[in-house]
């Protein structure tokens, strides 16, 4: 192969590079920030009843039903819970978590933990 095909061949991969793995870093940056807990019993943005016993969360915009691994980055425990609410309304916050997936990440007791989230199934 000659010089000049290498050269494209390396160009053409910096291009594919720049393309698709500077999105992907930056969508996992995204998914991290502050989480919060709550508990309450009035309904959902998406109309079931809050339970603080279910693995739940609210996201500001994922699709309802959405399941999310979310991982305490003080501890490294996850868990994974089911979008069924809106908010957080705070800066900063990507998530608030039911009670119940809160106590699994061991967030409870401080009321927020810095966290990342991913999609999964």
């Known amino acids: 192969m000659t010089l000049k095909k290498h050269l494209a061949l390396a160009t053409a991969s910096a291009i594919l590079l720049s393309t698709f793995v500077a999105p992907v870093e930056a969508l996992a940056t995204q998914n991290c920030g502050g989480a919060s807990w709550y508990a309450l019993s009035s309904r959902t943005a ?19 039903g ?51 989230f991913q999609p999964v199934g």
């Open 66 to 116: 959405t399941k999310v691994k979310v991982t305490n980055r003080n501890n490294g425990k996850a868990v994974i819970v089911r979008i069924n609410d809106r908010g957080p309304f705070i800066k900063g916050r990507v998530l608030d978590l039911s009670k119940a997936a809160a106590h699994r990440i061991g967030m409870v007791s401080s009321g927020t933990a810095h966290v990342c």
């Open 46 to 64: 998406s109309g079931e009843r809050m339970n603080a016993s279910l693995l739940t969360a609210a996201h500001r915009s994922l699709k309802f």
